[in-house]
């Protein structure tokens, strides 16, 4: 019986030993599953990074003037991105191939995909039930851009609509209260030669007077003497010859050129 002590304690032995082995390779198996998980989401993660450097080679043969490429690039991008969340770069090619339509003066077209944006806009993530604060400057400048191509279709009625969207957006940084000053300097216009408009006088000026403010507190001087114009011009319309005189001597004190009206302010720097 005592013979038989050693075997035993031999055989836990060598049960120990080949359980610590095993949870040893348990630990490195482990180990490499884990890596391979982290190996596959970084291999998924260019797959965006090599679609946005596509949009922005768009983009750049856009901004050199070549529209008829880039369109057909935008196009080919859109399909691609179809089936993707990344609602944002969804966003920006829709939003570049309206860029493009509206440079080619295809004004109907550029109205279509701009409003593909703006429901790709509404379609991100909301925050206390509002567009995320970083977002915003997006919303205004797609507002701004709609009105914009219906006021130079002369729907002035779409226009209004959509230049009055933004003040609602409550988002005071300087991006969006330029495009606001806009939004107002072109609200002005339409109001100073549309008669059917309730005291339309009234409200060209009341939307001049807005856009100065906003200038003025941006210090954007140029804009600001733009806005100034445009209220002058409302007061000659409206055969208010003083206070129009009044308004133009502030232009010629400031120096700066006189423009016609009524047009369409657009952001030019895209």
Do not use: C, W
């Not at 330029?178 to 030669?193: E, F, R």
């Not at 309730?198 to 007077?209: C, R, V």
């Amino acid at each position: 019986m005592n013979k038989s002590y050693p075997s035993l304690f031999n055989f836990i032995l060598l049960f120990l030993f080949s359980l610590t082995i095993q949870a040893k390779n348990n630990v490195i198996h482990n180990k490499e599953v884990f890596h391979v998980k982290t190996s596959l989401i970084f291999i998924e993660e260019p797959k965006d990074s090599v679609l946005e450097k596509k949009y922005e080679e768009l983009k750049t043969l856009f901004e050199t003037n070549n529209y008829a490429k880039s369109l057909q690039g935008s196009f080919r991008l859109n399909e691609q991105v179809s089936s993707s969340e990344n609602s944002i770069l969804k966003f920006k090619i829709n939003s570049l191939i309206a860029k493009i339509y509206r440079k080619t003066r295809d004004h109907k077209k550029a109205i279509a995909s701009y409003k593909k944006s703006l429901n790709l806009l509404n379609s991100f993530v909301l925050e206390d039930n509002g567009i995320v604060f970083s977002e915003q400057k997006y919303l205004a400048k797609t507002l701004l851009d709609i009105g914009t191509q219906f006021q130079l279709l002369e729907k002035f009625d779409s226009a209004v609509f959509y230049y009055k969207k933004l003040d609602d957006i409550i988002n005071n940084e300087n991006e969006v209260l330029a495009y606001k000053a806009l939004s107002y300097a072109n609200l002005s216009g339409i109001y100073q030669y549309d008669s059917t408009y309730t005291n339309h006088f009234e409200k060209a000026i009341n939307y001049a007077n807005k856009a100065i403010s906003i200038h003025k507190k941006r210090g954007n001087r140029i804009s600001q003497a733009s806005a100034i114009n445009n209220l002058a011009n409302a007061y000659l319309l409206n055969k208010d010859f003083e206070q129009s005189k009044k308004e133009d001597y502030n232009l010629i004190m400031r120096k700066v050129p006189f423009f016609d009206y009524p047009r369409a302010y657009m952001d030019e720097r895209d």
